[in-house]
């Protein structure tokens, strides 16, 4: 019952802007932490960007600083990322995901969460 379902992904050229969004369902996620990971061909996964459940508390991928935006919307169950100033680099599958209750930063970056989507698939053309 508990998802995560990302939508936004497609082909844009390098350059271009995509925005992300990623809906919650099963519960609510008011109170959870929340993130983007993406992962390239034959890469690792890696952190994005991380928002706390407060939104007060944001963390950027070095990476990504400065392009990419994080922002929840807890009203809706959604979490967003709005990707600017895209390169052919940007290319991986993202996704997002949710962690209940306290969580330590370190462990939120290395992707240590309870729930995960399957992912939207972005690809940056140069």
């Known amino acids: 019952q508990v998802m995560l379902v990302e939508s936004g992904g497609g082909l844009v050229q390098a350059g271009g802007s995509l925005r992300l969004s990623c809906v919650a369902s099963?519960?609510?996620?008011?109170?959870?932490?929340m993130g983007w990971f993406r992962q390239a061909p034959g890469k690792e996964r890696e952190f994005v960007a991380i928002?706390?459940?407060?939104?007060?508390?944001?963390y950027y991928a070095d990476s990504v600083k400065g392009r990419f935006t994080i922002s929840r919307d807890n009203a809706k169950n959604m979490v967003y990322l709005q990707m600017n100033s895209l390169k052919p680099e940007d290319t991986a599958v993202y996704s997002c995901?949710?962690?209940?209750?306290?969580?330590?930063?370190?462990?939120?970056?290395?992707?240590?969460?309870?729930?995960w989507g399957k992912g939207t698939l972005v690809t940056v053309s140069s």
């Open positions: 995901a949710a962690r209940g209750g306290s969580a330590g930063v370190s462990d939120l970056l290395r992707g240590v969460m309870d729930y």
């Open positions: 928002i706390k459940w407060s939104g007060g508390s944001i």
């Open positions: 099963g519960r609510s996620f008011a109170a959870d932490d």
